[in-house]
Structures are given as structure tokens and as C-alpha cells.
């Protein structure tokens, strides 16, 4: 299929949570005969619940009512189609297995046994999905992704092994498109040894565009429950507007400095094989939508303005930098060490200060007094809490005059802790404290964006 328009979609949570949100993207399928495949998350409401089982120990009564809370999430949405029956019965074999899992789980919690707990959420909804195709007369199977998805054993952030899931898709996935529409599962693969794992935050959008990327897919749909990408929060800035068209360097730094639309790890495969993208909502497919694409007609200096809430801020500072080697290797060795991910960095001659992102919610990111006191072996340190980051993003801002009296003269009585510019054409960062960011966001926004 590779001469033709072959297009990937993918649905969250909220497009799939009950029969007529499943059958208003159905429609959308049925309205697009060059989408082939299509990748679902869990029903809105099921994750949550398979969260609980596989990160807290629960009695056999507390199990019992969550498993039964997600049979009744996925039985108001088959009690509507005339497979109910069939369907019941497989949600069922997923739900015994679930309880199964979450017994396990309560015994010895263990990584694997929770991605095989999460991914349940992904299977069920798959299943119903393609009922409702099919109850639509559109050519709905269910696939299992696992068949295809290969990954490492890093369970809770698996990788993704690319060449492989090509290879499987051009055997097992591929031949299936001419005749039918594939409907599977975002968020999850299978490592070597054929246990289950997830790939983390962003996953099914990120499934979704590696599945695009290994059948050759001209375009690939996110789905959502928002008009597509926005110059900011609407919940932040009335003023807000969807973007008709974005570049992919452009929709990157949003995903990475705050935009929930789509996760940064979405991007990738897209970039890599040329795929632009498309987001838009499942509730109004016929407004429209962002079009991502690799090159884009429109370069406005200014595109959006993200915002990252929980940002910690660290100082080190030492005399013995100066005109001295390999102190900053010796910091980032110790960051590394902790397997801490830095994600801004600004240098003095005796001083470096870097940005951590999420550091109280993320084990991956937590600056704790382990990692403080081995840095404090180094060097003097400063450690700063509730401050957010705000990132413009727009079109050659490392080339444009006046870019920085444009747009700190506009919130002069806000004291501006870091200021990150120059590595990237497409933004510019910096920090404010927590209580500040909704005001200097709309601030911005209302001057930037008129």
C-alpha cells in the first residue's frame, strides 16, 4: 500500500469513554477510507482504576470493587451493540486475568506484573472499538499490537526496539490493511521474553507514530478532545487560538516546554520518515484542526507560549571553576549517577544553574539530599522550589532584534529568576515563580498575540 494514501489515527481516553464518543470517532474512521489503522487508549476512568491495583496494596473487597467499576465502564458501551454477549465474554477473560495480576501484585509488587496490570486498560477498549466499526458496516478486527510492538525489559519505559517492529509489521500487520481496518492498542509492547510492557507517559500517541512510521504511512491523526494545537492554555488566556499549521521543530519545543497535546516523544518517528501529523478533536472533526509538517508556509516570529508548572532550580557554585577543566563533568557525572535529566542550563564563570523538571512527582527527577550532599562535595549549592518555566516558541527568535525588550518590558514588576536563549532558533525560556505564571502567560499573550 505503499503508492496510496495510508493513514494512521490514534483515539485517548476521552474520544473512547462510552458508546457515542466510540461511535462519533467511528464515524471519523468511516468518513476516511485511507485510515487503516487506528490506536486506542483506555476508556476515560480505566486507567485511573488500573493505576490503583498496581501501586497500592489492596484488600481482596477494595480489588474487587475496582475491577467491578471497570466491567461496568466497559459494559455501559457493549450493552449498545449487538455483540454485547461476545464482547462481555472477553472483557471477562481480560478482567480474570486483571484479578489474577492484581493478587500478584498485592503479594509482591513487582514492574512487570504493573505493566501487564496497565495494559489491560488498552486490550478491552481495542475489542470494543472494533465492534463498534463493524457496527457501522466498516471492516473492524482487533490486533493485538504485542505481536509487533518489540521492546527492551526496561518495564514502565520500554523501548522500543524499530527495526524489529518493522520487520514484524511488514509480515504480520502490513498484509491486513488492504481488506480491513486494524484496530489496536497504544501504550504497550512485549519484551524477549514475551512479558508485557509499557512505554510511559505519551505512549500511545508515541505507538502510534512508530506504527505509522513501520507501514509507511502518509499522515498520521491524533484525536483528541481539543480543536488542535493552541498559541497557549485557553484555560490560561481567553484570547487563545488553534494553529491552522506548525512546523515540527516548532510542535517539539511545545511538547517539551508544556503543551499536553502531544507528548515530545510523538514527534520523533514523525520527523525521522516526513509524516505530518494532524490534531484535532474527535467531538468536532469538522473544525478543523493543526496540520505538524516538516516545512509550513507561515513563520510568524511569535507561534505560542507553553508553560511548565514544578520546576526546581539548582545553583552550584565554586571558585575552583575558574579557568579550571572538568568540573562540570564531575557535576553531571554525579547528576548522571542519579539518573537525573537536566533540562535548562546557564552558566557564569564560577557558577552553573540548571533546571529539573517535575521534582517532586517524578523519581526521575528528584533532587533529594543524597544527591545534594554529594554535589555539596564539589561545590556550593542552591536549591529552589515552586517556580514555573515559560517558554515563547515562534521563528528565528535568536536572530530577532529587539526580542528581548518586546517581551520582558511587558512584565517588568515580575522578578525573571533564569533566562535560557540562544541554543534554538524556536524559543526562548525562562523562569518565574509558581504564582506568577498564569498572570505573565496572559500577559504575554494578549501583547504577543494581537
Known amino acids: 500500500m505503499s503508492n496510496i494514501a495510508l493513514n494512521v489515527a490514534k483515539f485517548g481516553g476521552t474520544s473512547v469513554a462510552d458508546h457515542e464518543a466510540m461511535l462519533r470517532c467511528a464515524q471519523i474512521i468511516k468518513s476516511q477510507p485511507e485510515t487503516r489503522v487506528v490506536v486506542v487508549s483506555a476508556s476515560a476512568g480505566v486507567t485511573n482504576h488500573l493505576v490503583t491495583l498496581s501501586q497500592k496494596v489492596l484488600t481482596s473487597e477494595e480489588r474487587s470493587t ?60 481495542s475489542i470494543v472499538f472494533a465492534e463498534v466499526l463493524r457496527s457501522i458496516n466498516v471492516a473492524g478486527v482487533a490486533f493485538d499490537v504485542r505481536d509487533v510492538m518489540q521492546t527492551n525489559s526496561l518495564y514502565g519505559k520500554a523501548v522500543v526496539d524499530i527495526e524489529a517492529l518493522a520487520t514484524n509489521c511488514a509480515q504480520s500487520l502490513t498484509p491486513l490493511l488492504t481488506k480491513q481496518v486494524i484496530v489496536t492498542q497504544g501504550f504497550i509492547g512485549k ?86 501529523v494532524f490534531v484535532g478533536s474527535s467531538r468536532e472533526p469538522e473544525a478543523g484542526g493543526t496540520q505538524i509538517m516538516q516545512e509550513v508556509a507561515s513563520k510568524p516570529t511569535y507561534r505560542s507560549i507553553a508553560l511548565r508548572r514544578e520546576q526546581t532550580l539548582v545553583t552550584v557554585k565554586s571558585p575552583a571553576m575558574l579557568h579550571a577543566s572538568g568540573f562540570l563533568a564531575q557535576v553531571f ?33 528528584l533532587i533529594n539530599q543524597a544527591v545534594v550532599e554529594e554535589l555539596e562535595q564539589l561545590c556550593e549549592v542552591t536549591v529552589e522550589h515552586e517556580l514555573c518555566l515559560i517558554a515563547i516558541v515562534g521563528n528565528g527568535l535568536d536572530a530577532s532584534s529587539g526580542l528581548g525588550s518586546s517581551i520582558f518590558n511587558n512584565i517588568e514588576d515580575i522578578n525573571i529568576r533564569m533566562i535560557c536563549h540562544g541554543a534554538s532558533s524556536n524559543n526562548l525560556c525562562f523562569l518565574v515563580n509558581e504564582a506568577d505564571g498564569n498572570n505573565v502567560v496572559e500577559t504575554l499573550h494578549d501583547k504577543l498575540f494581537v
Open 333 to 365: 557525572g554525579i547528576l548522571a549517577k542519579h539518573e537525573l535529566s537536566v533540562d535548562l542550563i546557564t552558566t557564569s564563570e564560577i557558577s552553573v544553574a540548571l533546571t529539573f523538571d517535575n521534582p517532586t512527582g517524578s523519581t526521575q527527577a
Open 191 to 276: 519484551d524477549g521474553l514475551g512479558n508485557t510492557t509499557t512505554l510511559g507517559r505519551g505512549g500511545s500517541d508515541y505507538s502510534a507514530a512508530l506504527i505509522a512510521e513501520a507501514i509507511g504511512a502518509t499522515g498520521l491523526s491524533i484525536w483528541t478532545d481539543v480543536v488542535g494545537i493552541f498559541t497557549t492554555d485557553p484555560r490560561i488566556a481567553s484570547s487563545a487560538r488553534a494553529i491552522p499549521e506548525i512546523s515540527f521543530g516548532e510542535a517539539a519545543e511545545m511538547a517539551t516546554f508544556g503543551a499536553k497535546i502531544l507528548h515530545p516523544a510523538t514527534l520523533i518517528p514523525a520527523m525521522r520518515s516526513s509524516i505530518p
Open 66 to 125: 475496582i475491577i467491578e467499576d471497570i466491567r461496568v465502564i466497559q459494559y455501559n458501551i457493549t450493552q449498545h451493540l449487538s455483540a454485547e454477549a461476545n464482547l462481555n465474554n472477553q472483557i471477562d477473560e481480560v478482567l480474570k486475568s486483571l484479578t489474577e495480576l492484581a493478587k500478584q501484585q498485592d503479594t509482591l509488587q513487582t514492574a512487570k506484573t504493573g505493566d501487564a496490570i496497565l495494559a489491560c486498560g488498552e486490550r478491552m477498549s
